[in-house]
């Protein structure tokens, strides 16, 4: 038997403007997407934005459905659509945010785990790191330097 460690590490920003230019400029490009979100059952609208190796910035924001299983996420909306436009692209980060109509989110909301595997595929795929920004509506930002940090032991297609 042998026991591992496994380090993840993140930097913690006290607020949104103390976030890069860069990073700064992409969480307002996810707060809008977040803006336009359809989630009138769980009231909780997520918005992504992507910045791409080109330049280019993918939004994206939760989908809801009656049937709930129907629904889908922002994080995967936007890749998806990024993969469909641009299918040799390369994902430089991806910013996240959330925000509900019956609470006040003030603290970091990172992707949920169909979205990091989803995510973990695209970062494998292209073999450079997805850095990971996310935030509530207010408050702290979490940004990591890769999406593999979030998800280890992650399930890949070598398995296959």
């Known amino acids: 038997m042998k026991k591992i460690q496994i380090n993840s590490s993140a930097t913690i920003f006290e607020n949104l403007s103390e976030l890069p230019k ?46 709930y299983p129907s629904g889908m996420c922002a994080e995967r909306v936007a890749i998806w659509k990024a993969g469909s436009e641009f299918p ?35 970062e494998i795929n292209q073999k450079q790191p997805i850095e990971i920004i996310f935030m509530g509506e207010i408050g702290q930002v979490v940004k990591t330097e890769s999406l593999l940090s979030l998800l280890p032991f992650s399930f890949d297609s070598s398995y296959l």
């Open 22 to 67: 860069e990073d700064f400029d992409l969480m307002h490009c996810a707060i809008e997407a977040r803006r336009k979100a359809y989630a009138p059952y769980s009231k909780f609208n997520v918005g992504a934005a992507l910045l791409l190796n080109n330049g280019k910035i993918m939004t994206g924001n939760n989908q809801e459905n009656a049937a």
């Open 88 to 122: 040799d692209m390369i994902v430089k980060k991806i910013a996240i945010t959330a925000a509900s109509s019956e609470t006040e989110v003030n603290k970091p909301v990172g992707p949920c785990g169909a979205c990091r595997q989803t995510l973990s595929e695209y």
